[in-house]
C-alpha cells in the first residue's frame, strides 16, 4: 500500500553534513501518511528513534543525542520528507531507516520513538562518518 525508498547515504568525515531523502509512494488516494520519522540502527545496537514529523503542521521531535544537528523537513509536493544532519559525529554511524504512518487516531506523541508506532518502513540507507 504504502512504499518508502530512502536516498543520500553516505560516507562522511566527522564535523561533515548529509541530507538523507525519504520518498513515499500510495497505492491508494485513500492513503494518508500523517507520520513521517527517521530510525537508525549501529551495528550491535537497537533501532533508535532519530526524529519524527507530523506531515499535516510540520511540527517535529528529535532525540536529544541529535537535538541542534539534525532537521526534519518535507516537500509535501514531492512526498519527499528530508533528514539534513549536520556536524556529523562518529556515533551517527548507522543504517538510517524512513518510518511512516497513517493511523492518527491511535497515535501517542510519548511513543513517536517505538519503531511499533509505524506501519511502514523504507529498506535503509546507510551513514558512516570517520574521525
Known amino acids: 500500500q504504502v512504499q518508502l525508498v530512502e536516498s543520500g547515504g553516505g560516507s562522511v568525515q566527522a564535523g561533515g553534513s548529509l541530507r538523507l531523502s525519504c520518498a513515499f509512494y500510495r497505492s491508494s488516494f485513500s492513503i494518508t501518511i500523517k507520520y513521517m520519522a527517521w530510525f537508525r540502527q549501529a551495528p550491535g545496537k537497537e533501532r533508535e528513534g532519530v526524529g519524527v514529523?507530523?506531515?499535516?503542521?510540520?511540527?517535529?521531535r528529535y532525540a536529544d543525542s541529535v537535538q541542534g544537528r539534525f532537521t526534519i523537513s518535507q516537500d509535501s509536493a514531492k512526498r519527499t520528507v528530508y533528514l539534513q544532519m549536520n556536524n556529523l559525529k562518529p556515533d551517527d554511524t548507522a543504517m538510517y531507516y524512513c518510518a511512516a504512518e497513517s493511523d492518527g487516531y491511535n497515535w501517542l506523541w510519548s511513543r513517536w520513538a517505538d519503531s511499533n508506532s509505524y506501519s511502514y518502513w523504507g529498506q535503509g540507507t546507510q551513514v558512516t562518518v570517520s574521525s
Open positions: 514529523l507530523y506531515t499535516t503542521s510540520g511540527i517535529t
